[in-house]
């Protein structure tokens, strides 16, 4: 008699005879290509002008606020994101969320030439209001479309596609800055090229096929409909905040995300143009190697999902523990002696290296993100309202750590104390969370209730023990 799990590990990843023919421009691969070059056009190309060291700027208090605006504007339109689905659908969000990036490029242009701070305020507002309803249509789509066993790796391939973004900008500022060993501002030359790149994600987006559209081997089809009324959603996403398995890791999520206005400042503070390029161009390969690794562990069956869940998390607490310990040491040391590193500066390799380490740290937390959402979402209406509220947590906590970072003390060592803190208070209440993945039948203690995956037809394979992502 065949082992009753290894049945289950078939059914989710079935030999390619018994897996439905798909047309290319309707398989999830196509759709994943449509959804990362959407990321590159918008957030990727957005983190590519912050992976500059405070969007290029000679100094990060401007940008860092306006960072906080966004990112407070993008909680509102993360809350109502569910809603617009409803009248606009799932392809409509996505589209609309791409049409307020390229006004935020504008305004770090003018700024950055002619001393214009208005538009850089406003452009902010607007790349707010768009963006939190593209992140949520981009989670969305990255847990849904994929098959089972396809989904770390296609959130692995996805997100390379944001990071692409940072190594394009980093390689044109290299390019064009590779002479200038002092700090100030990049050339405002970079910025036409981003704000030629961001505008092309709204045409993107209509190549992204509807749901109904996209076909997937194990021949389920996706629907992320909102069929009930707005208010309705609505009411169901506050719901689903509150429930204590999404409670518990909202610090776990908040130490993941308020590290990236950390670093991109850490680097526009300590360091030169070119290196701040350099810095740039080189994070984003190691975080995209990174990444894709990740991923394609978290899609290995033949480990248990308890296995996996549990590794990473490990990982990921020991190694970000080694890495805010490193960045806490050297920025208290860097307020008093206030250097400024070029690559050929004595001591450039040990402060540059932790900002590396930073990255891809981002970038594995990031991805292991959605790892826990598509095993806390319960159907297909559910990935919509958690990953609206993932977003939408997200846009919260940057906005906070973007705004103490336009403050210069916290600039310089407050917002990297705050850091270190929130990372070690997020540890026990995730843990609550994450030890009940892949074992759903035990019965949890300390009040926490268990961690019901999906049962959707495309979700339901999360539900076992085999926890395909």
């Not at 969320?97 to 902010?124: D, K, M, Q």
């Not at 939190?132 to 089972?148: D, S």
């Not at 290196?275 to 480990?303: E, P, Q």
């Not at 490193?326 to 390799?349: E, M, N």
Request: with cysteine; charged share 15%; glycine share 8%.
């Amino acid at each position: 008699m065949a082992d009753p799990e290894q049945l289950i590990v078939d059914e989710a990843k079935p030999p390619k005879s018994e897996r439905h023919p798909v047309r290319w421009h309707r398989s999830t691969f196509y759709n994943m290509t449509i959804l990362g070059l959407c990321n590159l056009a918008a957030p990727g190309i957005w983190g590519a002008m912050n992976s500059l060291g405070a969007g290029g700027a000679a100094s990060p208090q401007l940008v860092n606020a306006s960072n906080a605006l966004t990112f407070c504007l993008m909680v509102v339109s993360c809350y109502f994101s569910s809603a617009i689905v409803h009248y606009i659908g799932i392809k409509g969000a996505l589209i609309f969320g791409t049409l307020g990036y390229a006004p935020f490029a504008a305004g770090l242009y003018t700024n950055n030439r002619y001393g214009v701070e208005w538009l850089t305020v406003f452009g902010a507002a607007l790349c707010g209001i768009s963006a939190g309803v593209f992140w949520m249509a981009e989670a969305a789509i990255a847990i849904a479309y994929p098959e089972p066993w396809n989904r770390g790796k296609a959130l692995g391939y996805w997100l390379t596609y944001r990071l692409t973004g940072q190594i394009l900008g980093g390689a044109i500022n290299l390019g064009l800055n590779a002479d200038r060993d002092q700090a100030g501002q990049v050339s405002y030359t970079v910025y036409l090229v981003f704000i030629a790149l961001q505008a092309t994600g709204p045409f993107v987006a209509l190549f992204l096929n509807k749901p109904s559209k996209v076909e997937r081997e194990d021949g389920k089809k996706v629907s992320l409909e909102i069929i009930k009324n707005p208010w309705y959603e609505i009411r169901k996403t506050s719901k689903d905040f509150i429930k204590p398995k999404f409670l518990l890791v909202v610090l776990w999520i908040g130490q993941a995300v308020f590290a990236e206005a950390v670093y991109f400042t850490y680097l526009a503070l300590w360091f030169t143009v070119r290196s701040r390029a350099l810095g740039s161009f080189l994070s984003g390969i190691c975080a995209v190697i990174a990444g894709n690794l990740l991923g394609h562990y978290l899609d290995r069956t033949k480990f248990s999902l308890k296995l996996r869940t549990r590794s990473v998390f490990w990982i990921l607490v020991v190694t970000q523990g080694a890495w805010w310990t490193w960045i806490t040491v050297l920025a208290t040391k860097f307020r008093v002696d206030q250097p400024v590193y070029d690559w050929s500066s004595p001591g450039f390799g040990a402060a540059f290296a932790v900002y590396i380490f930073h990255t891809i740290g981002f970038q594995v937390n990031y991805l292991f993100l959605y790892f826990i959402i598509t095993n806390l979402a319960d159907g297909e209406a559910e990935v919509i309202r958690y990953a609206a509220l993932l977003r939408g947590t997200e846009s919260a906590w940057q906005a906070i750590s973007y705004g103490l970072t336009s403050v210069d003390i916290f600039a310089q060592v407050g917002a990297i104390y705050i850091n270190f803190g929130l990372w070690a208070v997020a540890i026990f209440p995730a843990w609550l969370v994450l030890r009940h993945f892949g074992q759903d039948n035990k019965a949890p203690s300390e009040g926490v209730e268990p961690v019901q995956t999906s049962e959707s037809p495309s979700l339901k394979e999360t539900t076992r023990d085999q926890g395909s992502l």
